[in-house]
């Protein structure tokens, strides 16, 4: 009696384990990476990853959910490389937690999986990000900075009517000559951070420092192109993963061995400003050989009339640097999200084909995180995917469109 009990209670759970099975057959898979030419395809999705690709439906696929891709398109999920969910956070968490919920849960429905945020409150990004990954709240998958700069930065925001934490705790650091920069670090890292934001105030030998550090510990660095005084060439020679806003790369052609902030940008401004091509093409080179990302924020840049921003896109490209799609811009709880006009400018303005966007917003976006599990549509990735009812490499709006969105191999959509 106790034998077939048993035996009863080990069918029922098999049959729950199997049932977590999904069949997307006879889709059109959009692979992520632009070499990989689409292909009609059957994708078995078990336990929240892709388990197999059939070149022909399998016959007998027992206690699995069937969806008949037919006509339809698969692709990895996106990934917004530049947010801020929580760089200002209301007092009344509950009142937050609202808004940023409505948000993200938009970015869901509007095909985003993945997010890096640039620079919050790394509690609150925490408990965003753990109700996400328990199931609590629907949204993407969360991935956070630290952003460290000097007390001159801080002490400037301060007096813009912030205070409390500010350069004060492991999540906005402020960083000097001489203090413990790998204390500052491993404090980060207990916070929950993936990355260190290198953001301003800071002289080459302590982004170079910071880097390091980042590294040692197993964080990734992610840096503004400039960070004043430093000029780009200074970053780029310390190493970071990652080098935030194309527009800021054209502080590398004035003249002296730093940047004097106000100056920078009047610099700029002035209609007699040129981008000097051959100055850029030299620090983009350095940025692929070092395998640099670019997170170029076009779409920001244009609203602001940078101009300059489209133009080093353009030559990063050129030169083989694999850009990234953030948008550092404000989300909004319904309608449409930035990532897509991010995306536009990209291919509409910088060059990059519709292909070469999609892997900008897939594979590269996941690994300037650090992240092998997602990003592509293959055997062993997580199951971040969208279901489209048309090509986006016809059109990339179709990205935003979903029918159906899977998260770890869930539909939420």
């Known amino acids: 009696m106790m034998r077939s009990l048993l035996f009863l209670f080990l069918l029922t759970i098999s049959s729950r384990l199997h049932a977590q099975q999904i069949l997307i057959k006879n889709v059109t898979v959009i692979d992520g990476h632009a070499a990989v030419a689409p292909q009609i395809a059957s994708v078995l999705i078990r336990n929240g990853v892709i388990h197999r690709i059939y070149a022909k ?32 956070v209301d007092e009344d968490n509950r009142k937050a937690r609202l808004q940023t919920d409505s948000i993200m849960g938009n970015m869901v429905r509007h095909g985003i999986t993945t ?49 409390g ?66 000029k780009p060439s200074s970053v780029a020679a310390a ?28 610099a700029l401004y002035k209609k007699t400003f040129r981008l000097d091509t051959l100055v850029q093409i030299r620090l983009l080179q350095e940025m692929a050989r070092k395998g640099i990302f670019l997170d170029p924020t076009v779409f920001h840049a244009e609203n602001n009339k940078m101009r300059s921003a489209v133009i080093v896109t353009s030559l990063a490209h050129e030169q083989g640097v694999k850009i990234v799609t953030g948008t550092d811009w404000i989300y909004p709880n319904t309608g449409e999200v930035p990532l897509l006009q991010e995306m536009l400018v990209l291919q509409q303005k910088c060059g990059l084909s519709a292909a070469e966007v999609i892997q900008a917003s897939t594979l590269n976006s996941a690994q300037v995180i ?18 489209l009812s048309s090509n986006p490499i ?3 709006r179709a ?15």
């Open 165 to 230: 934490e500010l350069g004060n705790s492991a999540w906005y650091k402020a960083i000097m000559p001489g203090m413990d920069v790998n204390a500052a670090i491993r404090e980060a890292k207990a916070a929950g951070v993936t990355g260190i934001k290198i953001y301003a105030d800071l002289d080459a030998q302590l982004i170079h420092d910071i880097t390091i550090a980042a590294h040692k510990a197993g964080l990734k660095a992610w840096s503004h192109a400039a960070v004043f005084p430093s």
């Open 399 to 413: 990205l935003f469109q979903p029918v159906q969105v899977f998260l770890k191999g869930k539909t939420v959509l």
């Open 370 to 387: 650090g992240l092998r599990d997602r990003g592509l549509v293959r055997q062993g990735m997580r199951a971040d995917l969208l279901l």
């Open 239 to 266: 190493g970071v993963n990652t080098m935030s806003h194309a527009n800021d790369f054209a502080f590398q052609q004035l003249p002296g061995d730093t940047l004097e902030i106000g100056k920078a940008w009047q």
């Open 394 to 396: 016809v059109d990339l």
């Open 57 to 88: 439906p399998p016959r007998n696929v027992s206690n699995t959910e069937v969806i008949d891709g037919s006509g339809k398109f698969l692709t990895p999920g996106l990934t917004d490389a530049h947010v801020h969910l929580a760089t200002v």
């Open 115 to 163: 997010v890096r945020d640039m620079a919050g409150n790394a509690p609150y990004l925490a408990s965003c990000r753990d109700d996400v990954r328990s199931g609590k709240t629907v949204g993407p998958d969360i991935f956070y900075s630290a952003q460290f700069a000097g007390p001159g930065y801080f002490d400037l925001i301060r007096r813009s009517g912030r205070d």
